[in-house]
């Protein structure tokens, strides 16, 4: 929106600062930072107000985790409100990628809340029926997948691209629609899966958006993609907007959201956080790239299916719980020996993608 005050610049003076990407990310960080300050207590208190005995503790988890009955959940309304509220200060409303990451941001938070309200009523770890969550995360991501399609230049449109290899490009044709749903959606329950602990998921999140945010810059200009010898896709380097925003906003959630947490995200925030990232992966051509910067949420995820396909073989368990930071929990690892552990490796797998945009 304020993107518009550069028709009042004359070219040297304040208001052509808003011309540039990199200024406007700095102004979306500090908003949605200060947006999460300002509103993430009075929402904290709104909400254990209303939910009562908050978000339902399983049963069969961990035995440290009984003493955060009563935390109240759906914190992820802050970061997606902070989100939200940044992107569509600070972005350039006419650009199509940003609508359509904010599209599956907002539709998934809308299906990840409808899932914490219906747990935090009936008071057990249910919520929505998996088959119902699954079919509409699809449905969002094939509009989204088409809607990136759309947009992408001809010579890139249905086409994979191949990390480190700087010409290859695999033709799905009419199944880069499908192939994307798979992406996002996948993207999407990774990051639910991998958020069980205080704030272990929100900072891989934060870490593979910027990751993710830098990639989305780096391809919509030209002069990089030049450099770099990446496939150029105009457009995308307003994503870093939204990126920026991503990481403001996920701090000020932080805050609240540090061991002992006063809130959790819930599925409104992991659902909408993870199907984002998918989404910027789709938009930018970084499918492949995304399953390294996210390398964590794909282990969490592969993790449990292990666990499921070998126990229905065998009536055995490959890991004393699933997903494997529960595994680390059973072997006696403290709550923020794993988070913390898990950020490094995290940062680690980042600067590993982000390595793949000059490894050519």
């Not at 990051?191 to 993710?212: E, F, Q």
Request: no cysteine.
């Amino acid at each position: 929106m304020l993107y518009w005050l550069t028709g009042l610049s004359d070219g040297g003076d304040l208001f052509n600062l808003f011309r540039y990407i990199t200024f406007r990310a700095g102004g979306a960080f500090l908003t949605a930072l200060v947006f999460g300050f300002l509103f993430g207590q009075p929402l904290i208190n709104v909400l254990r107000k209303r939910q009562g005995k908050g978000q339902p503790i399983r049963d069969d988890g961990p035995e440290g985790h009984f003493v955060k009955a009563g935390t109240p959940t759906m914190g992820g309304l802050l970061i997606v409100g902070a989100l939200l509220t940044s992107t569509l200060l600070w972005a350039r409303l006419d650009n199509a990628f940003v609508w359509m990451v904010l599209f599956v941001t907002i539709s998934y938070a809308a299906i990840g809340f409808a899932d914490d309200y219906a747990k935090v009523k009936k008071q057990n770890t249910a919520g929505v029926s998996g088959k119902v969550r699954l079919l509409l995360g699809f449905l969002i991501a094939g509009i989204a997948g088409a809607w990136a399609a759309y947009f992408h230049p001809a010579e890139l449109t249905g086409q994979l691209a191949f990390p480190v290899f700087k010409d290859a490009l695999l033709n799905l044709g009419i199944f880069f629609v499908p192939f994307s749903m798979i992406v996002i959606v996948g993207a999407a329950n990774a990051v639910n899966l991998t958020d069980g602990l205080d704030g272990l998921a929100i900072m891989p999140v934060m870490i593979a958006g910027g990751a993710l945010g830098i990639i989305a810059y780096a391809v919509g200009r030209t002069d990089f993609t030049e450099y770099l010898d990446v496939h150029y896709v105009p457009g995308t380097g307003e994503i870093f907007i939204f990126t920026a925003a991503l990481i403001g906003g996920g701090l000020g959630f932080l805050w609240y959201n540090a061991p002992p947490a006063a809130v959790f995200m819930g599925d409104t925030g992991s659902l909408a956080l993870g199907g984002a990232l998918g989404a910027i992966a789709v938009a930018t051509k970084h499918e492949i790239v995304l399953a390294i910067v996210g390398g964590l949420f794909v282990v969490e995820a592969l993790s449990v299916i292990i666990q499921v396909l070998y126990f229905k073989r065998t009536g055995k368990r490959v890991f004393l719980m699933a997903p494997i930071h529960h595994h680390y929990e059973k072997k006696g690892w403290a709550e923020p020996q794993i988070v913390i552990r898990f950020w490094i490796i995290s940062l680690i797998l980042a600067l590993i993608g982000l390595a793949t945009l000059k490894v050519r």
